[in-house]
């Protein structure tokens, strides 16, 4: 059977949406869907950006090649003068980790936000015109979650004017930074400031790494990769490195100076602004992989869903054809959600970045007051969606049963590729744990202060501690409105509840550290009630297209109804859910899911991913599935010879029981 591209053909044909219009609302404008599009297909088109091999490379063939498509990339950039915008969307298309990551999305924005005038002045142009190339060197061997236990010391030295970076331990030692074990010349070190004996905090220092000339480490610097990553390909085009640094000299200015000031004498001046804007790239870097999640998770979705309509199994009647594996209940309970998700997760995204523009803005006028809120969303958010998206690429291998496990259904890559960013920009829990702090105090305050923002909420705590849902049919759960107190009830509980049970403790550290998991659960409950609320919000906007606006409205009812079902304990602890009701929302669900499967090839085509992006057999446009995956297993350059090597030797003398005289 090989009836793939009908299968697919036929699909397209069942959608009741416009699709363009749907890929218009999926990019966020008209703009941005002709940018990405044309940026896309620039990269599909260049045989110098394939990829589909490059989970068979060795090491160092596969970082050369990367090193390639990065100059590549910057004469393309050069040439054709792209934006910063068109630049960054290469990147992403080119979808391969790289040093310039590290450039344009840590170095870079770590001058911006802690330099002075002078630093920004004096690096932004060498970086942004690539005359340096920076990494984010914090993390260290034996600290990465808790930054104030980090051991780099910075001590001035007052006769030359001068910071000395050295490492005094082996845990000292910086690892993980990527772009640092073979390429960057410059990096940004986190260190604990010391003046005159005194510790002062951790700090960010701009230190020159390689000579500029023959790319040599500096005098008193060891560096090396740490090793290889998770799966083939993946991450390890990325030389995440190792450094020591013995006694190794910087000037003082270069010191990022916005946060705090060490003078020509060796004073600390700590100035108005706040010391957590020390940790604003990382700000920054959670917003723009909340961001990504929904790239990602599109990806993996598209793959799934289209094998799904291919892929055909049992049901055969009268010799006709099998039924397709998506028209499975249990296919579109796992699959559907995860495409709402992947749509819930791309508005949420870019709520997200309308947020981080406007602190930043906020910042740079020295207003520091929505602050907290920032670190809160970004922290929460990023644990959210990067949970969710790797739990869903998993998800997706397993939709596309065994066929998912070849690397050419291009899904282990994306998830060995993927994985990480559960850990990186903060480890998932240590980020839900942050939102506790924030969801604490907010409880806490509840009685004298209005909350803002997106606990903004919790104002009507009263209602929504004592009120019940009214939901009587299942119809009645299709009611943006129902939905969102839902959400609000149970977090408010939840948090309450919480705070009810800290205040037993004396010491309110060792109460957050004995309630640590409830308050993860609470943590979780508030960022869901900040997904569902954005996606609400989105589609009260106007939203053109024929039939556009009611699939997103079924998308949104899926992802919030699902949430719901895999949460119900939840919902029936808090009491505000009757089991009736939330019975009577799984009925719901059931109906929604038919409501998704004849769009269900539409609504990933609207993600408009080229099959250089999925690199996916699976996922091929086309939907010609099986003669590509003949056709590729027969490439597979294992396959260029019948007779293996070491068949010879080792097997042979076994079929003639002539082992104990060979020599192995
Ligand atoms: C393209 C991208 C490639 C990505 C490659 C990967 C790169 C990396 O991974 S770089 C390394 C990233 N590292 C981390 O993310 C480390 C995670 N750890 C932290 O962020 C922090 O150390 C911490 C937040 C977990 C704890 O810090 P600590 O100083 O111990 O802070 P407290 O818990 O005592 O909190 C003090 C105070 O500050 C607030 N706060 C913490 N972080 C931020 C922030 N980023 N922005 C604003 N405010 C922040 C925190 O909420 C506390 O506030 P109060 O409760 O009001 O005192
Ligand atoms: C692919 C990759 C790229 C990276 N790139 C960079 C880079 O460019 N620059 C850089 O500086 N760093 C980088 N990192 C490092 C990364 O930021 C850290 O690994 C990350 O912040 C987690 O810190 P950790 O490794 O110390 O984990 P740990 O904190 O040691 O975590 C181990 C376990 O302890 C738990 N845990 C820790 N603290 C607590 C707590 N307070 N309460 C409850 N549980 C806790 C965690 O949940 C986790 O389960 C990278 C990491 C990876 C994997």
Redesign the pocket.
């Known amino acids: 059977m090989e009836g793939g591209v009908d299968y697919l053909i036929d699909e397209r044909k069942k959608a009741q949406f416009d699709v363009e219009a749907m890929k218009v609302a999926w990019a966020g404008s008209r703009q941005a869907f002709e940018l990405s599009d044309r940026i896309a297909k620039l990269v599909a088109n260049d045989p110098i950006f394939e990829k589909f091999s490059r989970p068979m490379l060795g090491r160092k063939e596969l970082f050369k090649n990367s090193l390639r498509k990065v100059a590549h990339a910057w004469k393309l950039i050069i040439d054709l003068r792209l934006s910063e915008e068109e630049a960054k969307l290469l990147r992403h298309y080119i979808d391969e980790p790289a040093y310039t990551d590290?450039q344009w999305e840590?170095f870079i924005p770590a001058i911006e936000g802690q330099g002075t005038e002078e630093q920004k002045r004096k690096w932004l142009p060498l970086a942004r015109k690539m005359q340096v190339i920076g990494?984010?060197?914090?993390?260290e061997l034996g600290?990465?979650?808790?930054v104030q236990g980090l051991e780099t010391t910075a001590t001035f030295d007052p006769q030359t004017d001068e910071f000395v970076i050295h490492s005094p331990t082996l845990t000292s030692s910086k690892w993980?930074?990527?772009g640092t074990a073979k390429v960057s010349t410059h990096a940004i070190v986190y260190a604990r400031l010391i003046l005159d004996g005194q510790f002062h905090g951790v700090h960010g220092f701009i230190v020159q790494l390689r000579n500029l000339e023959n790319h040599t480490p500096l005098p008193g610097i060891t560096v090396g990769d740490i090793g290889m990553?998770f799966g083939n390909g993946a991450?390890n085009t990325m030389d995440?490195g190792v450094i020591r640094f013995n006694h190794v000299h910087i000037p003082r200015n270069q010191m990022l100076m916005r946060v705090s000031q060490v003078t020509r004498e060796g004073k600390f001046v700590q100035s108005d602004v706040p010391r957590q804007l020390l940790y604003g790239t990382m700000v920054y870097v959670r917003q723009k992989i909340v961001a990504d999640a929904s790239k990602a998770l599109s990806r993996a979705v598209c793959i799934a869903t289209r094998y799904s309509a291919v892929r055909r199994q049992f049901g055969s009647r009268n010799g006709g054809p099998e039924i397709q594996v998506i028209d499975y209940k249990t296919q579109q309970s796992r699959l559907f959600p995860l495409l709402a998700s992947a749509y819930a997760f791309r508005f949420v995204g870019e709520w997200l970045k309308w947020l981080y523009t406007d602190v930043k803005q906020r910042l740079e006028a020295n207003d520091f007051s929505t602050l907290p809120e920032a670190h809160a969303c970004t922290a929460g958010l990023k644990s959210l969606t990067t949970s969710a998206t790797a739990d869903g690429i998993e998800e997706c291998r397993k939709l596309c049963g065994g066929h998912g496990y070849l690397v050419s259904s291009g899904i282990p890559e994306l998830f060995a590729t993927y994985v990480?960013a559960c850990?990186?920009?903060?480890?998932n829990?240590?980020m839900m744990?942050q939102v506790a702090r924030f969801l604490v105090k907010t409880v806490s305050e509840l009685g004298y202060k209005q909350p803002v923002g997106t606990t903004a909420y919790m104002r009507r705590v009263t209602a929504l501690m004592q009120s019940n849902c009214a939901v009587r049919t299942a119809e009645e759960w299709l009611n943006p409105g129902v939905v969102v107190e839902a959400f609000e009830a149970r977090s408010t509980r939840m948090a309450v509840a919480c705070g009810q049970r800290l205040a037993k403790f004396e010491n309110p550290e060792e109460g957050f550290a004995e309630l640590?998991a409830d308050l993860v659960e609470a943590s979780l409950a508030h960022c869901q009630v900040i997904v569902v609320s954005k996606f609400v919000e989105k589609l009260q906007q106007e939203i053109p297209g024929k039939g556009v606006k009611r699939l997103l409205e079924v998308l949104f009812y899926v992802y919030a109804l699902f949430l719901l079902h895999k949460h119900q304990g939840d919902f029936l602890a808090t009491g505000y859910l009757t089991p009736k009701q939330a019975s009577l929302a799984n009925d719901q669900l059931r109906i929604l899911y038919s409501k998704v499967r004849p769009n269900a090839i539409a609504l990933v085509d609207s993600f408009n991913h080229t099959d250089h992006l999925l690199s996916s057999i699976l996922g091929r446009y086309d939907g010609n599935v099986y003669p590509k995956l003949y056709e590729a297993a027969f490439n597979d350059p294992f396959n260029d010879s019948d007779i293996a090597d070491g068949i010879h030797q080792y097997v042979q003398p076994m079929l003639r029981q002539e082992l104990h005289s060979a020599k192995l």
Do not use: C, I, R
């Not at 600290?143 to 808790?146: C, D, E, P, Q």
């Not at 850990?423 to 480890?427: L, M, N, R, V």
């Open positions: 590290l840590m990494s984010y060197a914090q993390t600290h990465g979650s808790n993980w930074p990527g990553k991450y995440n990480p850990t990186f920009e903060g480890d829990v240590v744990l640590s």
